[in-house]
């Protein structure tokens, strides 16, 4: 297959105008200008030819496949059977695909469910993005999520629970360093969970296999543990305290120096979130994300897909949260690709249109350097070299 269109994003902000991509199986084997890649690999290619832009297929970093996004998820979740929940999930899949979304990063499901759509779709069963899971969340007794079955006391379970997921296939291992608002009757969302040695476990067993570690940290004393620990990407990353928040300019730059990235998870309905914090707090988190942007913190784009009001095909509403804080276009863009992959460990396989990596691509109409709401207009998905129309009639 042969892709041609008005402009190619073949780099942070470049485009190469009226650029072509061929496809070769589930890879990209040719990026260059139309002309020299239509010469060269003759007429009998098949084409897809449209005068909007060609681009890396977008990233959402942070998904919950097993919650619906309703307004109970949690009571929705415990009413399902493992065969109903399968059945949403891959329904779930497949609008995030339709998205835009060509990989997304799983971070915590009840038994399994989203290792087994994972290896449905890589096996081209089912139509959805890549997807890299966690499993089960490790969470104290009681603790944040407990009800996804990873409940955990001392550094023997938790060693034990991260081999469990590393051996079902588990792409990166998921940490509730604190408390979080979804599991009502559990720590508060700035409380830290697990000490600084069951931490250390939890991160060593991990990269042993060579497996990164996500960790889900509202509070500011849980942040500073999980980068102590050496963890992968930070979740959420509010710097909540008991009575505020708390921005430790030292542990940023901690943050920095070990190269971790921050997904601040941000809501595709981010603008109703001073209905519910108040129009002063909420302006003080938005400025705290401005704050770790400019200090150099590796931001990356996610949802929390699946939690109350953030259904499956909101990305690139989410993403407007960041224009809002001023980010160019070019580098919000780079957060949903490039940035986002390296995050994931797939730095050196998807997130860029170039030669080598995955078919993973996104075709809209308009220009996304200039208007990101282009990301809306979809021609067409290829993922794995899969076409896709979403709004083919």
Not at 136 to 159: K, M, N, Y
Not at 231 to 257: K, Y
Not at 365 to 371: I, M, N, Q, T, V
Request: net charge negative; hydrophobic share 40%; aromatic share 6%.
């Amino acid at each position: 297959m042969l892709i041609a269109g008005g402009r190619v994003l073949v780099d942070s902000g470049t485009y190469l105008e009226d650029g072509a991509v061929l496809i070769e199986g589930d890879s990209i084997a040719a990026v260059g200008p139309r002309k020299e890649i239509e010469e060269q690999f003759g007429a009998d290619v098949p084409r897809f030819a449209f005068d909007g832009t060609v681009l890396p297929g977008l990233i959402d970093a942070h998904v919950h496949l097993a919650f619906d996004g309703g307004p109970d998820p949690v009571a929705t979740l415990q009413d399902s059977t493992d065969e109903v929940l399968f059945e949403d999930m891959r329904r779930r899949a497949e609008q995030l695909l339709h998205s835009g979304v060509t990989t997304a990063r799983d971070l915590g499901d009840r038994g399994g469910l989203a290792l087994r759509l994972a290896a449905e779709i890589n096996g081209r069963h089912t139509p959805g993005p890549r997807i890299v899971a966690a499993g089960t969340p490790a969470t104290t007794t009681g603790g944040h999520c407990h009800f996804l079955g990873g409940e955990v006391s001392g550094e023997a379970e938790i060693r034990d629970l991260v081999r469990r997921n590393l051996a079902a296939g588990a792409g990166v291992i998921k940490a509730m360093v604190t408390g979080g608002g979804l599991t009502k009757d559990g720590p508060k969302s700035h409380q830290s969970q697990f000490t600084a040695e069951e931490l250390t476990a939890l991160v060593d067993e991990a990269h042993e296999a060579g497996v990164p570690v996500a960790a889900h940290a509202h509070g500011a004393d849980g942040i500073t543990a999980a980068v102590e620990a050496g963890v992968d990407t930070i979740e959420h990353c509010t710097w909540m305290t008991s009575d505020g928040l708390d921005f430790r300019p030292n542990v940023v730059r901690q943050i920095i120096a070990q190269g971790i990235s921050v997904c601040p998870a941000v809501s595709p309905h981010w603008q109703m979130l001073p209905r519910f914090f108040g129009e002063e707090r909420a302006a003080a988190m938005f400025d705290l994300v401005r704050r770790m942007a400019d200090a150099g913190v590796r931001l990356v784009a996610g949802t929390d897909a699946g939690v109350q009001r953030a259904s499956f095909d909101g990305l690139v509403p989410a993403l407007s949260f960041y224009s809002h804080l001023g980010l160019p276009n070019a580098s919000i863009i780079d957060m949903a690709t490039s940035e986002a992959a390296t995050a994931l460990g797939l730095g050196s396989i998807t997130g860029r249109v170039a030669p080598g990596y995955r078919a993973d691509l996104l075709l809209v109409d308009g220009d996304p350097l200039a208007d990101l709401g282009s990301l809306k207009d979809i021609r067409a998905v290829f993922a794995s070299g899969l076409r896709y129309e979403p709004n083919a009639q």
